[in-house]
């Protein structure tokens, strides 16, 4: 049907750009009139079916405009029985989602069509135990395949962090695991892999990991190192899973325990590649941050030599990063 | 002839594929890396062994310059090329591919408005009136309803968004600036005008929480909408910048930040789980520093609880040791809008350190009475005693190698700054390109002159940047790394609204 049918009742207001507009855009005229239609019955309060209809039909033209989503969602609310706050019905979260994912496909990067999947969701995953859960295993698995053509999505990983953190499942979360771990034997490099690893073993609190747990994390870490000692991420990783456990209970034998660990990289890198192991610049790095953990002289001197050499040979880019840091490691 | 400029040249121009990522096995991550380093390479050339055609095609181009006929091997700044097009949307009307922008049209005036005034070249007097009266339409009241407050949307008929606003009030304050007095005036009226109105409605944004029996608190970017710590540093900058900035609004916030940096040490966008992120990681320190300058008990990041040192051994590590740009994650490409939100962070981590050096210097507190503005004036003043050396500036990135990538990468020949060589220009990355490029000349770099004081709006700011070629044509005005805009704009909005009473 037509636009000037099912809205015969309503006059259209046209754009105000105010009597010197700038930033014009040409418009579809399609878009024009049926914004025009919008305006109208949104400044009416209209929520209905067809103020619905014409939402879905807006946002094909531009899904970042936020306020037809979060008019969208008045009427979502509007004509759904729930009294909880975001408590939409059933089938029209169903549909919603659909909408969002038909959408999402041309602008994955898009923040409102992820956050309108967030509302439709936040009922459903706060009420897991006692709702329409397989809701939430779709949606994981939705993320999954936008992941799948884009493993490094921000959006997408926000989303799905959100889902898990708030959910709150036990399974959830042990299942993560096994889906993160794909990811890395894909690549290995992928950092919002490892990132979703951090935030999975740490259920999403700033809870420090119990040693056992900490102790398998950085067997695993090292595996991946061996793969390739170049790789930033295991990295970091390992760096952050270290200084957490020495915050804790400055315990030096696991101190010691990890320089063993990074020797052994250091050892197999060379052994493997034949190469000078201070080309692998992070591997110098967290070796020096944990020499400087241990704290004692000959640690420190070597931490030094080492911060020497990356600032004049290996990693001149941050020259003047790790003179301050030699100047630090100096006391 | 062997001068300073050959040396440079030679220094990053050849064997600097030595530089070049490493990797052992090849996955995804490795191959678009190459890609990427390879795209950039033929722009990484030794200019004056190159052949006499190929540098008169460049001066074609504008890339070099012809001076008493003989060609200068040091690459230009596209000056006029920049600022044709970021006059565009004053010019003409917009193609319809821009319809995603339609819900950002604030942002749309910023971006270009920024640009065009760290080029020195902001639009006549007569299409200053017609920003700020197109910005007006973009004003909104929630419901209609004035005691609810309102802000600016993305245009007109849109509810207010923080994005938007916070775009608003940067291109208001530019103009609010600038040296045409009728203009100027019907900026900073606009701005008078709506500050209750915006205070009223970011006191509806907060969305607070008990957690550890600590209020912690983010901010919506609009009613029913995501909450992220880009809402906090949107809300915080123009709160700032308009002195309605109180103990209500800042509550909870830097203990909801501060939950945001990640083990890597950079922030994300939420608390507890989100990746580190160049973007975010600018909105949250930009957003602690601003708590910091407000509140009287806290000196610098660390004082917040920010992990300092993860903080910036994240930071420095997003330099691309061969392209020089900077990366928004680790394992990312290189993209020539991080020379801002990476290089900005990267500058307010110069002023955190500096600044917490000098109260540890200086237990007297007899730097707790300078004005809260971060200390911004005092930073340039004090630069020659920053703790890195300060022969290639005082920041802990190498500045010359970022403005090769902005100067030669990012730069479209025929006006426009881009993400990176196979990347269309558009308004967003011209405005953050430029910035960071303003950036990493002038923040912590040596004595620039009057920052604060009124200069004339025709005449450089600065005669001692840092520069990858001593290039004076070069030479940007300096933004403010927390807001954004000059920081003799910055400062002059701060000053004015602080003689009007607190709401």
Sequence with gaps: MLLTEIFNDITPIPQDDGPNPICQIDYPQEFDMAQSYLRAILQKKEYSERALQLTAYCLQFNPANYTTWWYRRQCLSALSEGHSENEYDHTRVVKDLMLCSKLGGGNPKNYQIWFHRRNLLEYTCKNYENGNGYLIQEELEYIAEVLNQDAKNYHAWSHRQWVISTTNSETIYKNELQFIDKLLQKDVRNNSAWNQRWFVTHCASKSPLAMETAQQELEYTLTKLKLDAYNESPWRYLLAIIKEQYRLNKNMEFVNQVLEWIQEVKVHFETETKRDWMTCIHLVAVYIDVLELKGDAESMDLALEYAGKLETVYDPIRKKYWKLRSSQLRG | ?503
């Design chain 2, 1 to 503: 002839m062997a001068s300073a400029e050959d040396d440079i040249q030679s220094r990053y121009s050849a064997g600097t594929t030595r530089y070049k990522s490493k990797h052992l096995i090849s996955t995804e991550s490795t191959r678009i890396q190459t890609s990427t380093e390879n795209e950039c390479q033929p722009f990484f050339i030794h200019i004056p062994s190159l052949d006499p055609s190929s540098k008169a095609d460049l001066v074609r181009l504008g890339m070099l310059k012809e001076k008493n006929g003989e060609i200068s091997p040091i690459i230009q700044l596209l000056r006029e090329k920049h600022v044709k097009y970021a006059n565009r949307p004053y010019t003409s009307p917009l193609p319809g591919s821009y319809i995603s922008l339609d819900s950002s049209k604030p942002w749309i005036i910023y971006w270009t408005l920024h640009s065009l005034d760290l080029l020195d070249a902001l639009p006549e007097e007569e299409d200053l009136c017609k920003i700020v009266s197109s910005l007006e339409a973009c004003f909104a009241t929630i419901q209609c309803n004035e005691k609810e407050g309102g802000g600016f949307g993305g245009s007109n008929g849109q509810i207010p968004h923080c994005a938007t606003t916070y775009a608003a009030v940067n291109a208001l304050s530019i103009i609010a600036g600038c040296s045409h007095s009728k203009v100027s005036s019907m900026a900073i009226e606009l701005l008078e005008s709506k500050r209750e109105l915006l205070y009223n409605w970011y006191l509806s944004l907060r969305e607070e929480r008990i957690e550890d029996g600590a209020l912690k608190c983010g901010y919506r970017m609009h009613h029913n909408g995501e909450v992220d710590v880009r809402a906090t540093y949107c809300v915080f900058s123009v709160c700032r910048l308009l002195n309605i900035l109180n103990a209500d609004l800042i509550k909870g916030a830097m203990e909801h930040v501060v939950d945001c940096q990640t083990y890597e040490g950079g922030f994300g966008g939420e608390p507890f789980t989100t990746e580190a992120h160049g973007g975010y990681t600018f909105c949250a320190m930009a957003a602690l520093m601003i708590i910091v300058g407000y509140r009287k008990d806290l000196n610098a990041l660390s004082d917040c609880g920010v992990d300092v040192d993860a903080l910036r051994d994240w930071i420095v590590y997003r330099q691309m040791g061969y392209e020089g740009g900077f990366q928004g994650r680790a394992n990312k490409l290189v993209d020539g809008c991080y020379s801002f939100w990476v290089g900005g962070a990267v500058a307010m981590l110069g002023v955190d350190m500096h600044q917490s050096s000098t109260f540890r210097n200086h237990d007297s507190g007899i730097y707790s009475e300078i004005p809260d503005d971060i200390g911004m004036q005092r930073l340039y003043d004090d630069a020659t005693s920053s703790l890195i050396d300060c022969e290639e500036g005082g920041l802990l990135c190498d500045q010359k190698l970022l403005q090769r990538y902005v100067l030669l990468c990012a730069q479209d020949v025929n006006g426009g700054l881009r993400d990176k060589p196979s990347k269309p220009r558009d308004f967003y990355h011209t405005c953050y390109n430029l910035s960071g490029l303003s950036a990493s000349q002038h923040v912590l770099s040596s004595k620039p002159k009057n920052l604060g004081k009124s200069v004339g709006d025709g005449k450089l700011e600065n005669d001692e940047a840092t520069m990858y070629e001593n290039e004076p044509e070069n030479i940007l005005h300096p933004t403010h790394p927390v807001y954004n805009i000059r920081v003799h704009r910055a400062l002059q909005v701060i000053s004015h609204f602080q003689k009007l009473e607190q709401l």
